[in-house]
C-alpha cells in the first residue's frame, strides 16, 4: 500500500503535478496515488462543523405591535368606534329642577374603520439529485429552504409594520400620516441631537413627548405613552454614556431616563428600544423618536392566516419537488392617531 507524500514542499513539482500558487503546504494527490484507489478522502481529513452559518438578520416587529391571529384570507380586517353626544352637553345640561319635563339624551355614533390585508407568498424548489445528495451527507436541503422562507416572511413583516408598502399605500408605526410631527427643541450647546445634550435635556425632550401625547388624549390614564423607538445610534449612547463625566457612576443616561420619566413616575410600564426604521424617517431625514401606546386597543397588527406550508408537489418535467408557502396579514392598525406622535432631529 502506497500513500501520497503530502511532507513539506515549495510550489514546484510533486508526485508528478504542478503545485498550485499560494497552495505550499496543502496536500496534494498524484495522478498514480488517486489511481490506485488507496488515497484517503479530503473529507475524511476534515472536522466537519455541525452547524450552518446562516446570514445576519434583524426585526424587531413582535416586540413593538401586537400581533392578533386567526381570521382567515379575508382582503380587509376593520374595527368599530363608537362616540357619544349628550343634549346640552354632561356639565350644566344634566342638571335638572323640579317640575322639568324632559331629560337629555344620550346618543352614540358607530363607525367602522377598514383596514387593507393582503397575501404573502413564497415558494421554494428542491432538485431531485440535490435532495439525494442532501441525504447522503444527513442535511435537510428543505429544511434549510424553509428556514430561508421564513426569513424572508419576518422582513416583510417588519417592514409593514414599521413603514408599510408605498406601492399598496400602506404605512406604518413610523411613517403613519396621521400623527403629529415635532421637531425636538434645541439644547444650551447648540443643535437638537441628544449627542450634543446633557442628560437632563435628553429627558425633558422624552418627557415632553410623552406629556405632548397623553394631552392628545385627553389626559386618559389607560392612553399614556408607554413606547419609545429610537435609531440604535441614539439608543446605544444612551446605554452606554454614564450620566456624569465628573464622578464615576455606573448609572447610564438610559438608566437615569428609565427611572425618572413621567410614565414610570406615574407607575405605568415602560419601555425604550432601538430599531433601524427610525433612521433617517424624520422631516428631512433626520432621525425619529416614535412615542406611542403599545396595546392592542391602540395599535395591532392582523395575522389573518400565520404562513402555512400551502402544498407540496413533484415536478416531473424539471426533476424536483416545489414547495409554496403563504400567509395573510393586514397593515399596521392604528385606532387613535393621537396616541402616536414622532419627534425629529434626535
Request: aromatic fraction near 10%; charged fraction near 20%; include cysteine.
Amino acid at each position: 500500500m502506497s500513500f501520497v507524500n503530502v511532507g513539506k514542499f515549495d510550489a514546484g513539482v510533486i508526485g508528478g503535478a504542478q503545485a498550485p500558487q499560494g497552495m505550499a503546504g496543502v496536500p496534494v494527490f498524484d495522478a498514480t496515488a488517486v489511481a490506485s484507489g488507496n488515497a484517503f478522502l479530503v473529507s475524511e481529513l476534515e472536522k466537519r462543523d455541525p452547524d450552518i452559518r446562516k446570514p445576519l438578520n434583524n426585526f424587531t416587529y413582535p416586540r413593538d405591535i401586537v400581533i392578533d391571529v386567526g381570521g382567515g384570507w379575508a382582503d380587509y380586517a376593520s374595527a368599530m368606534t363608537v362616540g357619544y353626544g349628550m343634549t346640552g352637553g354632561a356639565g350644566e345640561g344634566a342638571v335638572q329642577a323640579g317640575g322639568a319635563n324632559g331629560i337629555p339624551i344620550v346618543q352614540a355614533s358607530l363607525s367602522k374603520g377598514v383596514y387593507k390585508a393582503h397575501a404573502f407568498a413564497a415558494a421554494l424548489r428542491v432538485m431531485y439529485w440535490d435532495m439525494m445528495r442532501s441525504n447522503f451527507v444527513g442535511r435537510s436541503l428543505d429544511s434549510l429552504l424553509t428556514d430561508g422562507v421564513r426569513m424572508a416572511y419576518d422582513k416583510h413583516l417588519d417592514q409593514n409594520t414599521y413603514i408599510g408598502f408605498e406601492m399598496y399605500d400602506t404605512t406604518g408605526l413610523i411613517n403613519n400620516p396621521d400623527a403629529v410631527e415635532t421637531i425636538v427643541a434645541e439644547g444650551a450647546a447648540g443643535g437638537t441631537e441628544w449627542s450634543k445634550k446633557a442628560p437632563q435635556e435628553i429627558l425633558k425632550d422624552i418627557n415632553t413627548a410623552i406629556s405632548a401625547v397623553w394631552e392628545a388624549t385627553n389626559n386618559d390614564e389607560s392612553a399614556m405613552p408607554n413606547h419609545i423607538l429610537l435609531p440604535y445610534a441614539q439608543y446605544t449612547y444612551l446605554l452606554n454614556t454614564p450620566v456624569s463625566a465628573e464622578i464615576v457612576t455606573r448609572t447610564t443616561i438610559l438608566d437615569y431616563i428609565m427611572e425618572n420619566n413621567v410614565a414610570t413616575k406615574a407607575g405605568k410600564g415602560f419601555f425604550i428600544g432601538g430599531t433601524n426604521w427610525c433612521k433617517d424617517a424624520g422631516t428631512g431625514q433626520k432621525d425619529r423618536m416614535v412615542v406611542y401606546n403599545n396595546d392592542r386597543r391602540f395599535v395591532k397588527m392582523d395575522e389573518l392566516v400565520p404562513l402555512t406550508r400551502a402544498m407540496t408537489n413533484p415536478n416531473s418535467t424539471e426533476m424536483c419537488y416545489d414547495t409554496g408557502y403563504a400567509a395573510n396579514v393586514s397593515e399596521a392598525q392604528i385606532f387613535y392617531p393621537q396616541t402616536i406622535a414622532y419627534f425629529d432631529g434626535i
